[in-house]
């Protein structure tokens, strides 16, 4: 086994939300014609919101005023949720790609950010000198324990793909090529 797989298994072991960049995986067939860009946050509740609610919708978050929030606000559109931290690198260069690119989202598409850090200060201080996502929320125990059926890895950054029924697409782990994101992005539903 190569040395930095050794020292990344001890450090895994000793950090459960250590910071490893995986190499990104291949970007998915795209077959879906683009869409209109800019999601807006504050816009009306879409109308084709499914009548059952998925398992990412089912999930409470907390606002960074420490108050819980469902993801069911969210029902009916595709989300993209940065699993992140302040003090991890490859998070704020994902963050970074995934800002670059928002532009060219589809309208529908929201993107969340969902922080692993100590407490709120941390992310309303990093956001003054750096953009926020749509929504900018903490992880609670719900949410991780979520996380970790799907990928039990306790490294960050994590980038979920969620479509509009609820349903995880893809959890990707380490930096996300520009590729990978606007093809996940254009092919959500």
């Not at 000793?14 to 077959?31: L, Y």
């Not at 059952?52 to 469902?70: A, F, M, Q």
């Not at 039990?152 to 893809?170: E, F, H, Q």
């Amino acid at each position: 086994m190569p040395t930095s797989r050794v020292l990344a298994a001890i450090l895994l072991a000793a950090f459960p939300f250590s910071c490893e960049q995986a190499p990104p995986p291949a970007p998915p067939q795209a077959g879906a014609p683009a869409a209109p860009a800019v999601a807006d946050p504050t816009a009306a509740p879409v109308s084709e919101a499914p009548k059952e609610l998925g398992p990412v919708h089912k999930l409470t978050v907390r606002d960074l005023d420490g108050n819980p929030v469902s993801l069911a606000q969210y029902a009916g559109r595709p989300m993209i949720i940065e699993i992140w931290a302040t003090w991890c690198g490859p998070c704020r260069q994902n963050r970074a790609t995934v800002h670059s690119l928002q532009a060219g989202f589809p309208e529908k598409l929201v993107v969340i950010g969902v922080s692993m850090d100590t407490g709120p200060q941390l992310v309303k201080s990093f956001l003054q000198s750096n953009p926020a996502n749509d929504g900018e929320f903490m992880a609670t125990q719900e949410f991780n324990d979520f996380v970790a059926l799907k990928n039990p890895s306790g490294l960050i950054p994590k980038t979920m793909y969620v479509d509009s029924r609820g349903r995880v697409a893809d959890l990707a782990e380490g930096v996300q090529s520009a590729k990978w994101l606007q093809a996940m992005a254009k092919n959500l539903r």
